[in-house]
Nanobody, 124 residues
Framework: QVQLQESGPGLVKPSQTLSLTCTVS??????????WSWIRQPPGKGLEWMGA???????YYNPSLKSRTSISRDTSKNQFTLQLSSVTPEDTAVYYC????????????????WGQGTQVTVSS
């Protein structure tokens, strides 16, 4: 059974870089045709797909966030990481990591694996 767990600071100051890690257990991030995504949900709003990294290490980004987003992986730890630079209070959200055969989806039902989410607040 594949499980995903997000980790990282819950509070980030404006203009700093938000960094989150997703640890995958019960399966490998190198599994063929698997894409590993970051999705967020600001308070009172819907899910927003941010980007993904695939089994080959190729990355994909939401155009609206591309200039501030970087996704990488550590295959030795079976982890993938999100970095979001120059954060503002509008980046306050619950951040989820997810995995599956699809990307750019904004419904948890369309992913095979879904983390529990972690709250990140941007505030001074």
């Amino acid at each position: 059974q594949v499980q995903l767990q997000e980790s990282g600071p819950g509070l980030v100051k404006p203009s700093q870089t938000l960094s989150l890690t997703c640890t995958v257990s019960g399966g490998s991030i190198l599994t063929f045709y698997r894409y590993w995504s970051w999705i967020r949900q600001p308070p009172g709003k819907g899910l927003e797909w941010m980007g993904a990294i695939d089994y080959r290490g190729s990355t994909y980004y939401n155009p609206s966030l591309k200039s501030r987003t970087s996704i990488s992986r550590d295959t030795s730890k079976n982890q993938f990481t999100l970095q979001l630079s120059s954060v503002t209070p509008e980046d306050t959200a619950v951040y989820y990591c997810a995995g599956g055969r699809l990307i750019e989806r904004t419904s948890s039902d369309e992913y095979d694996y879904w983390g529990q989410g972690t709250q990140v607040t941007v505030s001074s």
